[in-house]
């Protein structure tokens, strides 16, 4: 069924407030599930509403949780998420940030007690859109084991970064530390479908290409085919976000790819900057197009986030395809 992005956000924030989630958590959720929708990025998209209403009615998500500051000094803050849906929590966090950088220069904010927080580059827009540069992170359940390992440490923890131009789209980049995202075995594995061999373990540590064993074993950290740099990146990324700011270690959360399971407590952190404050606004806005200018010489190249965006604009004119099951269900 084809449906305008309003529709689909109201529809979406519907089914998710019959799960039990308030209002303003049901729509920003919504909100994002849709925009990643747009941008052509399903595993993140609204195949997530059925495990977001499951968490909810299950009690593995809070739907009443409001996002409150935990802790505040100077340029650094932590949201607790309050057990709920991310969604709330990590826009809370992004507005503190951005609020403090532009006293200050720089911004970190952290989300503790969270929940899946979606495709994590567009939690950082809004910095993009007030000529912030930003940095996004985030934790999840243990998905890859560290170097040289067989069992399941780390989530996939995503790395995001928006860079804002001169009349022009920001360069938006977002990446997983795995091999590929979770989402995409997830995708797989419903459909009946193999993966490629080099993406995930069994849950022996064996290298599998049957989707299903690849969830309910590990997946491979980016380059550990002949690299422990992607899992030395995951590590990293799974301090900022546990232990600095005191969120769960992506091993002590259950897989969101299961009904039943705890209250995950994972982490997200952001990092905003004034460029105002450092190479001075006009500078940094100069010295950027410098760079793309001297990327796009080669051909082929494409600027990060450029696909998204021109997904986003086309489905923003024509609407998204929804299918007709998951609307029944929803509506239920």
């Known amino acids: 069924m084809k449906m305008s992005l309003a529709d689909a956000r109201a529809l979406v924030s519907g089914a998710l407030q019959r799960a039990g989630a308030s209002v303003a958590m049901a729509d920003s959720t919504a909100r994002a599930l849709v925009l990643a929708e747009s941008q052509g990025l399903g595993s993140h998209g609204l195949s997530r509403v059925a495990q977001y209403t499951t968490h909810l009615r299950n009690g593995r998500a809070d739907g009443t949780a409001v996002p409150g500051i935990r802790h505040s000094k100077g340029a650094a803050v932590v949201v607790d ?34 929940h899946h927080c979606g495709v994590v580059v567009d939690h950082l827009r809004p910095a993009a859109e007030a000529g912030f540069v930003a940095l996004g992170f985030a934790n999840s359940p243990a998905a890859m084991p560290a170097a040289a390992g067989k069992h399941a440490i780390f989530g996939t923890d995503p790395v995001a970064a928006v860079f804002p131009r001169r009349g022009a789209d920001p360069l938006m980049i977002d990446l997983s530390l795995s091999e590929v995202a979770r989402g995409k075995v997830m995708v797989a594995a419903k459909a009946g479908q193999p993966i490629p061999l080099g993406w995930a373990l069994d849950a022996e540590g064996r290298p599998t290409t049957d989707a299903q064993a690849a969830l309910s074993g590990s997946m491979l950290p980016l380059g550990a085919a002949s690299s422990p740099k992607g899992a030395m990146l995951a590590l990293i990324v799974e301090l900022l976000v546990t232990a600095v700011i005191g969120a769960h270690f992506g091993y002590e959360a259950s897989s969101f790819f299961v009904d039943e ?36 010489r080669d051909e082929g190249v494409r600027l990060p986030g450029a696909r998204r965006e021109a997904l986003r604009r086309k489905a923003e004119a024509e609407g998204i395809e929804v299918p007709d099951a998951w609307v029944a269900q929803w509506r239920a």
Request: aromatic share 6%; glycine share 12%; proline share 4%.
């Open 261 to 296: 399971g705890n209250r995950p407590g994972i982490g997200q952190a952001f990092i905003v900057i004034d460029p105002g404050a450092l190479a001075g606004r006009e500078r940094y806005l100069d010295r950027i197009e410098v760079l793309i200018t001297e990327m796009l």
């Open 81 to 114: 998420a309050g057990e709920g849906l991310a969604f709330p929590a990590c826009e809370r966090a992004v507005a503190e940030a951005m609020a403090r950088a532009s006293e200050l220069g720089v911004a970190f904010a952290g989300v503790v007690r969270s």
